[in-house]
Structure formats: structure tokens, C-alpha cells
């Protein structure tokens, strides 16, 4: 991952409002959001599963699943 995905939510907190601004801009010009839907129950289940295997995001598992997937496809 790139130095901006790999900020904690815990250290959010500290960033200066210059930083988010750049934060921003960077993940306009690099990144496109993916929005889908899973039952609660499922990203529920999903959550607690990452919290025991030491705390990674959703969204981090996400995209460590279709890295995985496109490196097995070529």
C-alpha cells in the first residue's frame, strides 16, 4: 500500500488540516472508491474475524483480496 493508506484512524487525529488537503488531493488523483453492499450480518461477521487477526480494515482485506485474485489471473 501507498503511505496514505497505511495511516491508522487512531492517528487521524493528528493530522493538520494541510495534511488532510494533501491527503485528498493525492487519493483524487490516484484512487476510485468501489461501493458495494453486504448484509450487516456478513460485514459483521467479517469484522470480527479481522479484529482477531489483528485489527486490519475491511477495506484493507478487500484489497488485499483482489490483489491476490488479479496476481493468480495473469
Given at each position: 500500500?501507498?503511505?496514505?493508506?497505511?495511516?491508522?484512524?487512531?492517528?487521524?487525529?493528528?493530522?493538520?488540516?494541510?495534511?488532510?488537503?494533501?491527503?485528498?488531493?493525492?487519493?483524487?488523483?490516484?484512487y476510485?472508491?468501489?461501493?458495494t453492499?453486504?448484509?450487516?450480518?456478513?460485514?459483521?461477521?467479517?469484522?470480527?474475524?479481522?479484529?482477531?487477526?489483528?485489527?486490519?480494515?475491511?477495506?484493507?482485506?478487500?484489497?488485499?483480496?483482489?490483489?491476490?485474485?488479479?496476481?493468480?489471473?495473469?
Amino acid at each position: 500500500g501507498d503511505w496514505s493508506s497505511d495511516v491508522c484512524s487512531s492517528d487521524l487525529s493528528k493530522v493538520t488540516p494541510a495534511q488532510q488537503k494533501a491527503i485528498n488531493k493525492y487519493h483524487k488523483k490516484n484512487y476510485k472508491t468501489i461501493a458495494t453492499k453486504v448484509r450487516k450480518e456478513k460485514f459483521d461477521e467479517i469484522k470480527e474475524m479481522l479484529e482477531k487477526q489483528g485489527g486490519i480494515s475491511v477495506s484493507k482485506f478487500i484489497t488485499d483480496l483482489v490483489d491476490r485474485e488479479l496476481q493468480k489471473r495473469k
